[in-house]
Nanobody, 126 residues
Framework: QVQLVESGGGLAQPGGSLRLSCAAS????????MGWFRQAPGKEREIVAS????????VYADSVKGRFTISRENAKSTVYLQMNSLEPEDTALYYC???????????????????WGQGTQVTVSS
Protein backbone atom coordinates (compact mmCIF):
# COMPACT_ATOMS: atom_id res chain seq x y z
CA GLN A 1 0.00 0.00 0.00
CA VAL A 2 0.99 3.64 -0.40
CA GLN A 3 3.20 4.94 2.38
CA LEU A 4 4.61 8.43 2.78
CA VAL A 5 7.01 9.02 5.65
CA GLU A 6 8.19 12.54 6.43
CA SER A 7 11.31 13.40 8.39
CA GLY A 8 13.52 16.36 9.11
CA GLY A 9 11.24 18.58 11.14
CA GLY A 10 12.23 20.17 14.41
CA LEU A 11 12.96 23.43 16.12
CA ALA A 12 14.71 26.19 14.21
CA GLN A 13 15.51 29.80 15.01
CA PRO A 14 14.15 32.60 12.86
CA GLY A 15 16.40 32.90 9.84
CA GLY A 16 17.46 29.31 10.14
CA SER A 17 17.06 26.35 7.81
CA LEU A 18 15.58 22.87 7.82
CA ARG A 19 15.35 20.20 5.16
CA LEU A 20 12.33 17.94 5.09
CA SER A 21 12.34 14.57 3.35
CA CYS A 22 9.46 12.33 2.34
CA ALA A 23 10.18 8.70 1.54
CA ALA A 24 7.50 7.13 -0.62
CA SER A 25 6.65 3.49 -1.28
CA UNK A 26 3.85 1.36 -2.64
CA UNK A 27 3.45 3.11 -5.99
CA UNK A 28 5.47 4.18 -9.04
CA UNK A 29 6.87 7.35 -7.51
CA UNK A 30 8.37 8.67 -10.75
CA UNK A 31 4.92 8.85 -12.37
CA UNK A 32 3.18 11.17 -9.91
CA UNK A 33 3.02 14.78 -8.90
CA MET A 34 3.96 15.28 -5.25
CA GLY A 35 3.22 18.08 -2.86
CA TRP A 36 4.16 19.56 0.48
CA PHE A 37 1.39 21.08 2.57
CA ARG A 38 1.26 22.55 6.05
CA GLN A 39 -1.34 23.13 8.70
CA ALA A 40 -1.00 25.45 11.66
CA PRO A 41 -3.28 25.16 14.71
CA GLY A 42 -6.69 26.60 13.96
CA LYS A 43 -5.96 27.03 10.28
CA GLU A 44 -6.78 25.10 7.14
CA ARG A 45 -4.24 22.90 5.41
CA GLU A 46 -2.46 24.89 2.71
CA ILE A 47 -0.15 24.24 -0.18
CA VAL A 48 3.53 24.93 0.35
CA ALA A 49 4.93 23.55 -2.90
CA SER A 50 4.19 21.02 -5.59
CA UNK A 51 6.40 19.30 -8.14
CA UNK A 52 5.40 17.30 -11.18
CA UNK A 53 6.66 13.80 -11.97
CA UNK A 54 10.01 14.83 -13.47
CA UNK A 55 10.60 18.11 -11.67
CA UNK A 56 9.87 20.15 -14.76
CA UNK A 57 6.93 22.03 -13.24
CA UNK A 58 6.96 23.49 -9.76
CA VAL A 59 4.63 25.83 -7.91
CA TYR A 60 5.05 27.54 -4.56
CA ALA A 61 2.79 29.36 -2.16
CA ASP A 62 3.47 33.08 -2.37
CA SER A 63 4.46 33.09 1.30
CA VAL A 64 7.42 30.77 0.72
CA LYS A 65 8.66 31.83 -2.73
CA GLY A 66 12.35 32.60 -2.69
CA ARG A 67 12.83 30.86 0.67
CA PHE A 68 11.74 27.25 0.11
CA THR A 69 12.80 24.82 -2.60
CA ILE A 70 11.04 21.59 -3.50
CA SER A 71 12.92 18.84 -5.31
CA ARG A 72 12.66 15.14 -5.93
CA GLU A 73 14.95 12.20 -6.47
CA ASN A 74 12.99 9.57 -8.37
CA ALA A 75 15.71 6.93 -8.01
CA LYS A 76 15.21 7.14 -4.25
CA SER A 77 11.42 7.70 -4.32
CA THR A 78 11.96 10.77 -2.19
CA VAL A 79 10.74 14.35 -2.31
CA TYR A 80 12.47 17.12 -0.40
CA LEU A 81 11.63 20.55 0.92
CA GLN A 82 14.58 22.82 1.65
CA MET A 83 13.42 25.63 3.92
CA ASN A 84 15.64 28.66 4.37
CA SER A 85 15.13 32.02 6.07
CA LEU A 86 12.53 30.47 8.31
CA GLU A 87 9.99 32.72 9.99
CA PRO A 88 7.78 32.12 13.04
CA GLU A 89 4.82 32.09 10.64
CA ASP A 90 6.25 28.92 9.09
CA THR A 91 5.49 27.01 12.28
CA ALA A 92 3.13 24.17 11.35
CA LEU A 93 2.75 20.47 10.82
CA TYR A 94 4.16 19.71 7.38
CA TYR A 95 2.68 16.96 5.24
CA CYS A 96 3.87 15.18 2.14
CA UNK A 97 1.15 14.13 -0.30
CA UNK A 98 0.72 12.10 -3.49
CA UNK A 99 -1.43 13.57 -6.24
CA UNK A 100 -4.27 11.66 -7.84
CA UNK A 101 -3.77 9.91 -11.15
CA UNK A 102 -4.42 12.24 -14.05
CA UNK A 103 -2.76 15.25 -12.46
CA UNK A 104 0.28 15.79 -14.65
CA UNK A 105 1.53 19.21 -13.61
CA UNK A 106 2.30 20.84 -10.31
CA UNK A 107 -0.98 21.28 -8.45
CA UNK A 108 -2.03 23.59 -5.60
CA UNK A 109 -5.42 22.24 -4.61
CA UNK A 110 -5.68 20.00 -1.54
CA UNK A 111 -8.43 18.04 -3.26
CA UNK A 112 -6.00 16.87 -5.91
CA UNK A 113 -4.13 14.72 -3.40
CA UNK A 114 -5.34 11.46 -1.95
CA UNK A 115 -2.53 10.02 0.10
CA TRP A 116 -0.89 11.84 2.99
CA GLY A 117 1.95 11.23 5.35
CA GLN A 118 1.57 11.59 9.11
CA GLY A 119 3.34 14.93 9.11
CA THR A 120 6.47 16.35 10.67
CA GLN A 121 6.38 19.31 13.04
CA VAL A 122 8.31 22.45 12.21
CA THR A 123 8.61 25.06 14.94
CA VAL A 124 10.36 28.36 14.33
CA SER A 125 11.10 30.22 17.52
CA SER A 126 13.90 32.01 19.29
Amino acid sequence: QVQLVESGGGLAQPGGSLRLSCAASGFTFSSYTMGWFRQAPGKEREIVASINFNGGYIVYADSVKGRFTISRENAKSTVYLQMNSLEPEDTALYYCAKARAGIVGAYRNVGGYHYWGQGTQVTVSS
